[in-house]
């Protein structure tokens, strides 16, 4: 149990004070009796005679702690929970939005409704939501100290049940490998929950593992026979049937995919060395013939401020900003050439965002991540879900923040229609893209504190509001990592976003003008005749924040 006060975590005091806290809040804005609070603490039959003044003293404890939040740190979001007396006891008030169990059970309850009006989809994103509340067993720390409580049994029990509604979810939509190793291990605990096991042997059978679906029907039923002397249930039995009739109604009704990739606007190119030989990929040890048109300002403008990027250790974001036709998609281009094969530990990552209405809002993000995992159009949803799992384990360490990263990157990465619901559709006030996105953007982070991370983003203009907030805060966040964003962008931009970068420390615009016109006299002037033409102009225009 843990008590966050604007991201700060908040001492509770000692277990009396805990357990106090801890049965109140699962009785939320109820009175509870403190005949009943004494049962709970201490048991009907081991009160002590100071168990009164004991459980007085937990109260004003806890009084001194709530009073203190929000105000040191600024206001809490919502309003202050208190602890009031009225009689016969004692009732935590505080709004259901504050306490992650009953967001549990809202968001669980909503996700089962879809999944009864048949939309999968919808369930799924809700019931995942909801699971990736939790951090482990529900109030672990008391039980450790041997607290049995029947309602913490229940709480179990609803977290149960909106795993299989979860799973539930999956199956109408295909992804039955992607669950299948969560239900193994559900079943292994659980072995007679009747629903779980069902799900398990139809997952099986879907993928192909007619002889492991029917094993698993057995040893459910030989448990169930062991243990209680009962046959499974008739929802099993038929289940049993239909493998062994190979029913085409057991058939998935849709396959799960890896959501297509346009090809990232700048992947690693082959360079070319000196005597026209492949000097290598980004990364490699060999440094390419720089093109001569890539020899105005503006690269060394990038060049410095990725080195500058490099070696304090800061994020830093670079807006290329001109009209059509004056170059910026080049000089995104010559830069991830250049920068990618210096000397040092960098990854260049390229995307590109979709016009409207085509592909998903979220392409250029989805585009840097699969880059970054090594992941590419071709590859199956089942295989892009392992590899991004093995990438986000070897940078975070095994716990809830993995988990929920995993969870939320999976569906960045894996198509999912859900990323077309609009932002009503979810029922929390951040919206499923800024949860996403901001899973990407830690990601991102930590990635940048083992090698210098440099993003090639093209079009920025068209981004859709989230992704141009989670651009733009990537470089103001103050954690330490060599992360730098350089985005091309139309004038429009700042149409959408007059204030853009503004205030900020790390942000740097780069501003290209049209090309310039070039007369019959200005060609016959000498020395004109041997400047290249770029395109571009050769002096930026560079303002910095």
Known sequence: MQLVDNGRTVGLGGMKQRATLGFLLLRANEVVATSHLLNVLWGVDGTPTTARKILQNAVHGLRGVLSATGTAHGPAPGPTPELLTQPPGYMMRVDPEQVDLYLFHRWAGQGRERLARGDADGASVLLSDALAL????????????????????AVRSARLDAMEDYFDAQLARGRHQAIL???????????????????????????????????????????????????????????????????????????????????????????????????GRFGGPVAAAEDARSGAYELDVLRGLAERARHRGVPHLVTVLGRRGTGKSGLLRDFGRSVGVRPGKQRVLGGRVSPAGAGTPLAAPRQILAAYCGIGPDTDGATARAVLARTVRRLFPPGPTSELLLSRLGRLLVADPADALPTAAFPTGEPHHARVLGAWAQFLREAAQHELLVLCVDDLHRADDPVLDAFEEIADVPTPGALFVVAAAGPELLVRRPHWGGGKRHVTTVTLDPPERVTREQLLEPGRSQRPRTGRVPHPVVTRR
């Open 134 to 153: 939790w951090r482990g067993p529900v109030l672990a720390d008391l039980v450790e100290a041997g607290i049995r409580w029947p309602e913490l049994a």
């Open 181 to 279: 190793p969560e239900l193994e291990e559900m079943v292994r605990a659980d072995p007679l929950r009747e629903r779980c096991c069902g799900q398990l042997v139809l997952a099986l059978y879907r993928c192909g593992r007619q002889a492991d679906a029917l094993d698993a029907y057995k040893r459910v039923r030989a448990a169930l026979v062991e243990n209680l002397g009962l046959e499974p249930g008739r929802g099993l039995q038929r289940l049993q049937q239909a493998i062994l009739a190979q029913d085409p109604a057991l058939s998935p009704a849709g396959a799960e995919t890896y959501a297509p990739l346009t090809p990232p606007t700048y992947p690693e190119p082959v360079l070319v060395g000196p005597a026209g030989e492949p000097a």
